[in-house]
């Protein structure tokens, strides 16, 4: 089944990757799926920036849509959002969503290192898991903005930064 999607720029600089609804794409949706209430998918920087992302499964979110806050796991890049009626776990009465994230030692990694069960954020999309990222010939840290050898790096918030 093909998803199509739409991209929205928003003014603090976040780009959002959103799911235009269907009835093929509704007469997909289960409970049992995990991927199957995401709305959109939110990234915090530019993924052109960034060869590979880590990915957790949040399955304790207060909010469907909100961003995702996490502690000591490095730097948050994007996160879903759900839609109006993704279902609460009856248990937790909370959301399951996805976190994507780099941690310290990913951004100290030479390019040609990639490591293992990773995604390339160009590939995940809303309902879509995402696929490994593709091995290239590269020289240089990773990502271009977090080198040592860049004189100007962006800030990183502390909404998109995690405490160690």
Known sequence: MLIETRTVRHPDGTQEIVCILNDEVLGGWTPRRPLAFEKSVVWLQPITEFEFVR???????????????ARGAGMVVGYSTLTVDAPRDPITNTFSRRLFYLTESDLQLNL??????????????????????????????????????????????????LSA
Do not use: F
């Open 112 to 161: 040609n290192q990639i490591p293992p069960a990773v995604l390339d954020p160009k590939t995940i999309l809303p309902r879509v898991e995402g696929q490994p990222p593709r091995a290239r010939n590269l020289d240089r840290g990773y990502p271009k903005w977090a080198c040592q050898s860049v004189v100007e790096a962006p800030s990183v918030t502390a909404s998109t930064r």
């Open 55 to 69: 990915v957790a499964h949040v399955r304790q979110a207060n909010s469907r849509r909100g961003p995702l806050i």
